[in-house]
């Protein structure tokens, strides 16, 4: 006969580090899980029609946990902004402050980085939901105006006056010059949101050659004229 063994004095089993590091890492990332989640459904169906819930689902947590995050739907897009946009736009500063080549060079690596990080990721749509919505969220349109439009034209104001400093560039409006370089950036955006939606696209665009040529067209009314060509 075996002997009885009281099961209260057995030690518990030791709680396993893998776990708890998973665990850890998983909270970690969270933040992030949700936005990503909020960015989809806000590309996807909107701001108006994407409710707490769906974003929660989407990110494998409760509602619950998403407010503990983000506490409403404004609060939550103001992030997915800062997260996709405003981070951009402070890189752009830093390649401002350290850039050693000519402005011209500087316009077009600013283009491109704009490009590959916003443009032609799923972020670019958050340019077309503040479009269509603005309307009906004044104040999620303001904020959108003074942390991502105010900033970037800024940014892209002090490239210019950069080259117009330097000789490189003409003296001109820099305020209408940014708008003259955002314009056809915008106008790409909206063209390959119409265009993915569409089964074949009558008049196909390459970015990359629309960039370029954008860019190259914009230079050439800006540069300063050579004392060669003066003469």
Partial sequence: MYPIVSTTLLPAPPSCPLTGLVRRRRKVARPQELLEAALTLFVEKGL???????????????????????PSKDELFKAVVRAHLTQVIVEGADLV?????????????????WWSRVGQSKAAGIIKLI?????????????????????????????????????????????????????????????????????????????????????????RGLEAPSEAASA
């Fill in 97 to 113: 402050d350290q850039y050693e080549g000519s402005s011209s060079e500087l316009l077009q690596a600013l283009a491109q980085t």
């Fill in 131 to 219: 479009i269509a919505e603005a309307a009906n969220f004044p104040d999620l349109a303001q904020f959108y105006m003074d942390e991502v439009v105010e900033p970037c034209h800024n940014l892209l104001g002090r490239a210019v006056q950069r080259g117009i400093d330097r000789g490189e560039f003409r003296r001109m409006d820099v305020s209408s010059v940014v708008m003259a370089m955002v314009a056809p950036m915008q106008f790409l955006v909206l063209y390959q949101q119409c265009a993915d939606a569409c089964v074949t696209s009558p008049i196909p665009l390459q970015p990359d050659m629309f960039i370029r040529t954008q860019i190259e067209l914009l230079l």
């Fill in 48 to 70: 108006a029609a994407t409710r707490a819930e769906e974003v929660a689902k989407l990110a494998g947590v409760s509602k619950g946990t998403l407010y503990l995050y983000y």
